[in-house]
Every structure is written in C-alpha cells, then in structure tokens.
Nanobody, 122 residues
C-alpha cells in the first residue's frame, strides 16, 4: 500500500506563498494519480489538485486555479504543491493521497495521514 508524508506547511500572510511536499514510499508510477486535499475546521475533505502518473496531466479545483501549481519529481518520488497568492480561505490541513477518477480526485483505499497545517492570516 502507498505511504505518503506531507510537509511544508506553515503560517503566512495573505498574498504569501508556500510549497508543500508529498514524499511517496515507492515509485509514483505505481499509482494512477496523486492528489492534494484539504480540510478546514468543521468542513469535509476538499479535492484541491491532482497529477496523473502516466502523462503528468493535472487538474485544479476552481477555487485554486491560477494560484496553485502541482508538479512531480520522479527521481525523488515526490509531488509538490506550489501555493501562491494565498487567501485566508486556504487555511486548512493539507493531505496528499493516491487517487483515481476523472478528474483524479477520488481517494483510493487507505486512510488520511497527519497532513500539514497551512494557516493564512494577517
């Protein structure tokens, strides 16, 4: 089964940037896609972005399109989420998980990890 570890969260002011990392235990090619999700207090998990392993195709939720960029480094077995122009509404715990579907925002079997906290506040 896939093992993913998130890192890179922190506290930033509105308009700031953060780069999240998702380190996989195995090769990214072992999974159909890797996706970033987020969960704000009192809310359900929300699909943010995903990247397919086969061709690198990407998808972004409307709420983050134009501000966030997902990428991968196969040599490091790592997926990144570059977050620019951050807003207070982006405040959430961010998780990465193996995923599937079209768009690729359906979590596969497994569980939510610890995630990484992103707080956007002045």
């Amino acid at each position: 089964q896939v093992q993913l570890v998130e890192s890179g969260g922190g506290l930033v002011q509105p308009g700031g940037s953060l780069r999240l990392s998702c380190a996989a235990s195995g090769f990214l090619e072992d999974y159909y896609a890797i996706a970033w999700f987020r969960q704000a207090p009192g809310k359900e998990h929300e699909g943010v972005s995903c990247i397919r392993s086969s061709d690198g195709g990407t998808y972004y939720a409307d709420s983050v399109k134009g501000r966030f960029t997902i990428s991968r480094d196969d040599a490091k077995n790592t997926v990144y989420l570059q977050m620019n122009s951050l807003k207070p509404d982006d405040t959430s715990v961010y998780y990465c998980r193996a995923s599937e579907g079209e768009p690729c925002l359906i979590p596969t079997v497994g569980s939510w990890g610890q995630g990484t906290q992103v707080t956007v506040s002045s």
